[in-house]
């Protein structure tokens, strides 16, 4: 259960300045989540307790109106005007309780929205000055994905990124509506036909994770999946320096894999009724959800 | 368009039930002379009277427990009762879909399910549950309660929430056949184009399905212009909207919400049938077409969350003061936050969108607005808790059920405010976060109507469920329910629709495939319970509830026919029965205040002597009361069924050839004949309908029932047309304002049609100076010539298309023919069912209708005028900038 328990990590915050969360998408998200989970948890508690808490207090223990289990509330019992049939409604007051719960809660909630929003407006923004960034463009298709870098390299199924540097993934469709997501990096953009969409992450670890679609999009959308390789930024350069505007089954070295995911999402491309290559697609993305696992374990 | 007509002939209705002698008719009608009158606000309200017994023969309304009683029943409690039988079936049928899916992921991978099956599963499991099982199931109760809780006898027009039923059911029936053909829709219950077309989703059960859903929202539409004219106009004297019941509130604003919402939806779902069965390009247009479903869909979308958890929040409104004893803390502020949640709802639609391409700005607009809305509800949360302060709260099954309900929301509220923040909705876009979140709020709303269903069972039935075995249900379902979608949050990471998922889940999914079952067992605890209860439970009595307060209890279980032992009215602070007579006296002495002024502040009794006049060609000897039965809306319903099935084998502008093909165009001509004559059947049945006084009418005081219902009406079909004017401009924005040249080369014939339109709606309006002088030949000659145009306008516009046609200029050709054909083609078709109106009316013209009343050619008026009014801002759009 590792993908839970490297939630709540608060001691592995990055230093950072001021109280707006930044850093790789993973450390945003981290931070964010876990001040809101524990925030939300406090306030579901509370909320939920009290709510118990008057039930039992108020609970009708006997048949009588002077029947004291209920202790206090029994006694008010009586005094208490209780509605009778068929009177016209209305409210029974309560009104300067009601708004300062109103407001403690609204308190908290327009300061978290704030407090994430200094974030989106950083997550959201240009790359820092110096600091360098790598650009990618994703495209989806029924059912797979395309990668095609700077120099016109493309690639299918896999994404070869450097350690460390920003990706900026530029994401679109080919055909219907996806949605391209790497959980491990905390990244996922809208891929719409004829509409481009912007994101980014930086990989802070070396190895090979999972891509997914998160957008139904039709038969084969459970395998809809592709490979992140992040490599050492030298091995990336190497590997970078030595593809061309070519298609990356070309270029063979050690893409067995990739070759296998591509003849499978191959079949796929531009057959709208894929159900039957669904289900082959669908052993590979099994076989790639395994790999995952064990890495991260 | 069924609800053209349909104020029509519901006026016709009326005017027959006008034309007996006013007096004797309500004496009869209103079975209260012996027992009325008496003012109370305790017990006796229970009047065991003769009222049921008397009601049940005559109206052709066969008795309680006939199967035959329920194909006629225009009765609001029978369609309130079949819409409730119809929604847990559908419960059943969407809830087996749910188990099969959960099956598929006891582990990860392929399993029981094809990938196809799987979506399809996925799909129509969301469309039932919030199309077909969660609304007509609140609005099973709105039905059967609204009315009673109003002080109303019925619906305005009863026949028409007949025909909301059965255009429902037909519907539901739709979807089913839909499996059987080839397969059903699998884009999921978004429908994001261009999946939802049938490029990528070929199967005619796709279409069906989308169709069944068109249907639906037709039957929505009809249905919310009946709740907004009745509880707008029909309330019962002292019955102010401040005044109204708590669940009534939310069914108020629910509607409304509806109203305009449905017509954004009815939009998407028009363009999208037109789209696979014309061929029109709108959501394959690449620049635009995916987003331009996700606005349309969104915009309807959001609203629907609200629309489809207000009556549980009335629910639990109602029951929390019930069975507290208390009444509701703040409550007009209650009222207020779902007021402002119900404008509020139309602006907060692109959080759905935070991960396309819209920018920061919007993004940030939008957050804004959707935390806004967040905090309404916070308040009445704490309104409904504060409410248990002092009380003394029985937890009896119907209170546990809302009270769980209510942990369960709060729940569902704090995880909606993770969404809330765009940088974590990032990361939990199409994971199974929102999948919790939603369920905790949506099955939160229905755990709420459950325990709706517990409260007013006795109120329905007449008998007492078992409350060891509601209890034993609660029990199961609510930790059905948290183990089912408790662990969703923690597997968050898993991404929806999909059956695959890192097996380090396998723990949670299995679990919330075990709370799956245990939630769907609890059901048949619950079916169990309710159906044994019908014959061996404990009668329930009138109110079975103590510290009740709402008007539905001060009738016996389950109500006569026509509701109240007499008028119910509100004068003296709490209801009392009036009779015929001391309903009159307050007619006359409270016009002051407005109750039932009319145009020419002539008070209610002389004003029903006007209204009672007309309609003399088809007097009728038997009128007395209010008729129950009618068997057109189950006609139409029939009729709109084979119609859209066979439509459903349309694809590309034809059928398809050989025997398929064949059979599938009979069907659409079978239908079609079957639903054009059971509406005219419906047009010329004789049917009364409820008719005023009425006590409150505010803000409708002045215009009558059908009236109202037009004006309502319009106001959807405002929101239709600029849906499609939107798409439009919103096509033409993406791929160039400027660029963009209109298809037709020649501006003149659309110059013409207009000409042509504003003097048929000149004409219109001399008709009804001609039905005012009493001129026979007038009224005949105006509407004659008021026909003539519209046939012209059609003629010119059909000579305009044909050359278009003679040029390439297909449906299907572009966006730009797609827009233009589809919008004016919308408009056409609206300018045709105005003239089956007017050629029904000019028939009955020659035969003298009208000249006593003329209303209905106002109200023909009413619809033409838009109609031209429409046109004119077609005619600029399409033909010149």
Redesign the interface.
């Known amino acids: 259960?590792?993908?839970?328990t490297q939630l709540p990590e608060p001691t592995s915050l990055p230093v950072q300045n001021g109280i707006v969360p930044r850093g790789t998408?993973v450390e945003?998200?981290r931070q964010?989540?876990f001040v809101?989970l524990v925030l939300?948890t406090l306030?579901?508690i509370v909320?939920?307790g009290?709510?118990c808490y008057?039930?039992y207090q108020?609970?009708?223990a006997g048949r009588g109106d002077a029947d004291g289990e209920?202790g206090e509330?029994g006694e008010?019992?009586e005094e208490?005007d209780?509605?009778?049939?068929?009177?016209?409604?209305?409210?029974?007051?309560?009104?300067r309780?009601?708004?300062t719960?109103?407001a403690l809660?609204?308190i908290i909630?327009?300061s978290?929205?704030a407090w994430?929003?200094g974030?989106?407006?950083f997550?959201?923004g240009a790359p820092s000055q110096g600091e360098e960034d790598f650009e990618v463009d994703v495209t989806g298709y029924?059912f797979g994905w395309e990668f095609e870098y700077p120099n016109g390299h493309t690639t299918d199924g896999v994404l070869r990124v450097p350690q460390g540097e920003r990706i900026d993934l530029t994401v679109t469709s080919r055909?219907?509506?996806h949605?391209f997501?790497i959980?491990r990096f905390?990244v996922?953009?809208?891929a719409?036909?004829?509409?481009?969409?912007e994101?980014w992450f930086t990989a802070s670890e070396t190895g090979t994770f999972q891509a997914?679609?998160?957008?139904?999009?039709?038969?084969?959308?459970?395998?809809m999946n592709a490979e992140v390789i992040v490599m050492e930024p030298t091995a990336f350069e190497q590997w970078y320096a030595n593809t061309s505007n070519t298609s990356a089954n070309a270029t063979g070295s050690g893409n067995a894999t990739e070759a296998g995911a591509n003849a499978t999402n191959a079949t796929t491309t531009g057959a709208?009724?894929g159900?039957t290559n669904?289900?082959g697609g669908?052993s590979t993305?099994?076989a790639l959800?395994?790999a995952?696992?064990t890495r991260s374990? | 368009m069924t609800t053209d007509g349909q104020p029509m002939n519901d006026s016709t209705g009326d005017d027959e039930a006008k034309t007996t002698d006013d007096g004797s008719r309500r004496t009869d009608g209103r079975h209260t002379k012996a027992d009325g009158g008496h003012a109370t606000?305790?017990?006796e309200?229970a009047t065991p009277s003769g009222a049921g017994t008397d009601t049940e023969d005559g109206h052709g309304l066969p008795p309680l427990g006939s199967v035959r009683r329920y194909l006629v029943t225009t009765n609001h409690k029978d369609v309130g009762v079949l819409y409730i039988v119809t929604a847990l079936f559908f419960l059943i049928f969407g809830g087996v879909l749910a188990l099969l899916m959960r099956l598929q992921l006891w582990t990860?991978?392929?399993g029981l399910l094809?990938?196809?099956a799987?979506?399809q599963a996925?799909?129509i499991h969301g469309l039932i549950m919030v199309f077909w099982f969660l609304s007509p199931f609140a609005f099973g109760f709105a039905n059967y309660i609204v009315p009673l809780q109003i002080g109303a006898k019925d619906l305005a027009f009863p026949r028409l929430n007949a025909l909301s039923y059965w255009l429902y059911a037909a519907s539901g029936l739709l979807l089913g056949v839909s499996f059987f053909q080839g397969a059903s829709f699998?884009?999921?219950w978004t429908m994001?184009?261009?999946?939802d077309l049938p490029?990528?989703?070929?199967e005619v059960g796709s279409t069906t399905a989308i169709l069944a859903l068109l249907l639906f929202v037709v039957s929505i539409t009809v249905s919310s212009v009946n709740f907004l004219t009745t509880m707008h106009r029909m309330r019962a004297e002292?019955?102010t909207l401040r005044?109204?019941?708590?669940f009534t509130w939310t069914i108020l604003l629910t509607v409304w919400m509806m109203l305009f919402a449905f017509a954004a939806l009815l939009a998407a779902l028009m363009i999208l049938s037109s789209d696979r069965l014309l061929g029109t390009t709108y959501f394959s247009?690449?620049?635009?077409?995916?987003?331009l479903w996700a606005h349309l869909f969104w915009f309807f979308g959001h609203p629907e969350v609200y629309i489809v958890f207000f009556p549980a929040l009335g629910v639990m409104a109602e029951t929390f003061?019930?069975f507290?004893?208390?009444?509701?803390?703040?409550?007009?502020?209650?009222i207020a936050s779902m007021v402002l949640v119900a404008l509020q709802s139309f602006g907060v639609w692109m959080h759905h969108?935070f991960?396309?391409?819209i920018n920061?700005q919007v993004?940030?607009l939008f957050?804004a607005t959707t935390?806004g809305i967040?905090?309404p509800f916070?308040?009445m949360?704490?309104?409904l808790?504060?409410?248990?302060?002092?009380?003394?709260?029985?937890?009896v099954t119907p209170f546990l059920f809302t009270?769980g309900a209510?942990?369960l929301f709060?729940?569902g509220g704090?995880?909606g405010?993770?969404l809330?923040?765009?940088?974590?909705d990032?990361?939990f876009?199409?994971?199974y976060w929102v999948v919790a979140h939603f369920h905790y709020v949506m099955v939160g709303g229905v755990t709420a109507l459950i325990g709706g269903l517990y409260y007013w069972y006795p109120k329905i039935t007449g008998k007492m469920y078992d409350e060891f075995l509601g209890k034993v249900h609660f029990a199961a379902y609510f930790v059905g329910f948290n183990l089912l979608y408790f662990p969703m949050f923690?597997a968050w990471?898993t991404?929806?629709?999909?059956?695959?998922?890192?097996?380090?889940?396998t723990p949670w999914h299995q679990l919330a495939t075990i709370g799956a079952f245990v939630l769907g067992a609890s059901f048949l605890l619950m079916f169990y319970n309710l159906t044994a209860s019908l014959f061996t439970g404990e009668e329930a009595g009138d109110?079975p509830w103590a510290?009740?307060?709402?008007?539905e209890?001060?009738v016996p279980s389950p109500p006569p026919l026509e509701n109240f032992p007499g008028i119910p009215s509100?004068r003296s602070?709490?209801?009392d029965f009036l009779a015929e007579d001391e309903r009159s006296a307050i007619g006359s002495g409270t016009a002051a205040d407005g109750g039932e002024l009319t145009d020419g502040g002539v008070a209610t009794v002389s004003d029903q002597a006007t209204d009672h006049a007309p309609g003399h060609e088809r007097i009728t000897d038997e009128g007395e009361g209010e008729d129950h039965a009618s068997i057109w809306p189950l006609a139409i319903g029939v009729g709109a069924f084979v119609l859209l099935l066979g439509a459903s084998g349309f694809q590309g502008a034809s059928f398809p050839d050989g025997f398929a093909g064949t059979f599938y165009a009979g069907l659409t001509g079978i239908g079609a004949l079957l639903t054009g004559g059971s509406l005219f059947g419906l047009t010329r049945e004789r049917f009364t309908g409820p008719s005023g006084p009425f006590g409150e009418s505010w803000p409708f005081d002045g215009i009558e029932n059908v009236k109202t219902g037009v004006w309502i009406f319009l106001a959807s079909d405002v929101v239709l047309f600029g849906a499609f004017i939107g798409s439009y401009v919103f096509i033409r924005v993406a791929q160039g304002w400027v660029g963009w040249e209109p298809v037709p080369h020649d501006p003149l014939p659309g110059l013409v049609n207009t000409y042509l339109l504003l003097t048929s709606s000149f004409s219109v309006v001399l008709a009804m100076v001609a039905a005012e002088k009493g001129s026979k030949r007038g009224v005949v000659a105006s509407l004659g010539l008021t026909i003539a145009l519209g046939i012209g306008f059609l003629l010119n516009k059909g000579i305009e298309w044909q050359e278009l046609f003679h040029e390439g200029l297909l449906l299907s050709t572009n966006v730009r023919t797609s827009t233009f054909f589809l919008t004016t083609g919308l408009h056409a078709l609206h300018v045709i069912a105005g003239l089956v109106i007017a050629i029904y009316m000019l028939t009955r013209a020659t035969r003298g209708a009208y000249l006593e009343d003329e209303r209905p050619i106002e109200y023909f008026g009413l619809y033409w005028h838009f109609v031209d009014i429409v046109w004119l801002f077609l005619f600029p759009l399409f033909y010149i900038l």
């Open positions: 259960m590792s993908w839970f998408m945003v998200f964010i989540y809101f939300g306030v579901g909320v939920i009290y709510m008057l039930a108020y609970r009708d209920g509330g008010d019992g208490v209780r509605p009778t049939l068929g009177e016209l409604p209305t409210g029974s007051g309560g009104g309780k009601l708004f719960s109103l809660s609204a909630v327009i978290l929205i994430t929003y974030t989106l407006l997550v959201e029924q055909d219907v509506w949605n997501g959980p905390k996922k953009s809208d719409i036909p004829g509409q481009t969409t994101s997914a679609c998160y957008e139904l999009c039709g038969a084969g959308h459970s395998a709208p009724n159900t669904a289900t669908n993305g099994n959800l395994g995952t696992t374990a | 606000t305790d017990s309200f990860a991978g392929q094809s990938a196809g799987y979506n996925v799909s699998a884009g999921g994001y184009a261009p999946l490029m990528y989703t070929p002292g019955l005044r109204l019941p708590l247009f690449t620049e635009g077409g995916s987003l003061q019930t507290t004893g208390r009444r509701l803390v703040g409550r007009k502020w209650f969108m991960l396309t391409s920061l993004k940030t957050m935390i967040s905090l916070d308040l949360v704490f309104s808790i504060y409410t248990m302060i002092k009380g003394r709260i029985r937890f009270f209510l942990v709060i729940v704090i995880t405010v993770f809330g923040a765009v940088v974590l990032y990361e876009r199409g994971t923690l990471e991404p929806r629709r999909v059956f695959d998922y890192p097996p380090g889940l109110n510290y009740s307060t709402t008007a209890w001060t509100y602070g709490s209801i």
